[in-house]
Structure formats: C-alpha cells, structure tokens
C-alpha cells in the first residue's frame, strides 16, 4: 500500500537513438521506490504498459507528477495527473534517480550508433539489478525512518 499522501513520479529517459530506446520509471516519492519500468519507444503504448503491466493496483490510484510528455495527459485522468514545470521540484526524485543511473550504468548512456533490438532484453535485466538493489536500500531506510517516528514505550519499574 501506498504510505498516506504519496505521489507516483513519472519520467522517461532516452537511452538510444537508433533504434529509439527510452527508459519510461516510475517511483514513489516517499519511499523512492522504483515502482515500474519499461524499456521501449516513446508511443503511448510503452506508457500504458507501464501502468498496466508494472505499476501495482494500489499505485494507480495516487496522484501522478510528470512533464509534459503528451502520452501522460491522453492516459492519466486529469483529476490524477499533474503536470509539473521544469525545475518545479515535483518530478525531482525521478530525475536524480535517472541521473544516478545513467552515470552507473554504461547502457543506459545515449548512443548514436545502430544497435540491436536484443539490446533491449540485457538492458532490462541490468536494470532488473540496480533496482532491486535501490530497492532493498529504500526499504531499509524506510522501514528505519517510520520506526524512529513510532512514539517509544517504556515498561519498566
């Protein structure tokens, strides 16, 4: 379940020009959870198979901040989806996480070069890797946090 007041960040990242790959993740700005990803086109398809196919049930319902990508809008009900300026904060977590990334991980670096369409599947299983292991870390961190904020008992004499 989603922690109370959270909010779903959405960003893509444009991993290769030819063919044209893009890292489309989404993240839970509380937590930092990588929620779901997909590595695709840029169409609305790949979009909606991120909600669809790897965001859990619970997390379609929070609000969602993106850019202005035109895919967000025509599926995001607009009661739901906020649409966030550069530089606004709102999409921050998801940015620096595509920015870490990016520089841990030489395949999600942009290339100019023809590649394969198999690309795609050691792609996704390396980044299978570095989310779980972001993940983990944000557990722990998490779990810590909300056990610091839990009032402490005493019983004793």
């Not at 993106?66 to 649409?83: F, I, K, M, P, S």
């Not at 520089?103 to 070069?113: D, I, K, T």
């Not at 299978?128 to 839990?150: I, V, Y």
């Amino acid at each position: 379940m989603p922690p109370e007041g959270d909010v779903v960040e959405m960003d893509e990242l444009c991993i290769g020009y030819s063919p044209a790959l893009w890292l489309w993740v989404a993240v839970s700005r509380a937590t930092r959870l990588v929620l779901g990803f997909v590595i695709s086109d840029r169409t609305d398809a790949a979009l909606e198979r991120l909600i669809e196919e790897e965001l859990h049930p619970a997390w379609r319902e929070v609000l969602v901040c993106t850019d202005g990508w035109g895919a967000y809008q025509r599926l995001l009900a607009c009661e739901q989806h906020e649409v966030c300026e550069k530089g606004s904060g709102k999409t921050s977590v998801v940015e620096a996480l595509n920015t870490k990334w990016r520089q841990r991980q030489s395949g999600l670096v942009r290339r100019a070069c023809g590649v394969s369409w198999r690309v795609v599947d050691d792609l996704t299983q390396r980044f299978l890797l570095l989310t779980d292991s972001h993940n983990r870390h944000c557990l722990k961190q998490w779990s810590a946090a909300q056990a610091a904020s839990q009032p402490q008992t005493h019983s004793g004499p």
